[in-house]
């Protein structure tokens, strides 16, 4: 199993980001997908959810101003938010898993993640 973030970079409080995962699977698509994030000095947080059929997760710091959404197949992750603030600068986690009837909302604990991508949101 691969993961790949993209759509990271540098933005202007303000204004929004959408970031992008691209899961790789071989026979079964993931039951569950999320994206995570770590500033430096701070623990990893949860930022939002989904599982196969569609419910969403978020964390409140995000809520009102993120998306999570997935393509049917659940092989492209999405994350936009909107209105970001420069506290929305850190490394964005994509994950993945595969357990049927696992995923539980932002304490799911996930098997398959990838590398990251920064983001960086400057006031």
């Known amino acids: 199993v691969r993961l790949v973030e993209s759509g990271g970079g540098s933005v202007q409080a303000g204004g929004s980001l959408r970031l992008s995962c691209a899961v790789s699977v071989y026979m079964y698509s993931p039951t569950c997908m ?14 939002a959810v989904i599982d196969s059929d569609g419910v969403t997760s978020y964390a409140d710091s995000v809520k009102g101003r993120a998306t999570i959404s997935k393509d049917n197949a659940m092989t492209t992750l999405y994350l936009q938010i909107l209105k970001v603030k420069p506290e929305d600068s850190a490394m964005y986690y994509c994950a993945a898993d595969f357990r ?24």
């Open 34 to 47: 999320g994206w995570f994030r770590q500033a430096p000095g701070r623990e990893r947080e949860g930022v």
């Open 100 to 123: 049927p009837l696992y995923c539980s909302g932002l304490g799911t604990q996930f098997g398959h993640w990838g590398q990251g991508t920064q983001v960086t949101v400057s006031s």
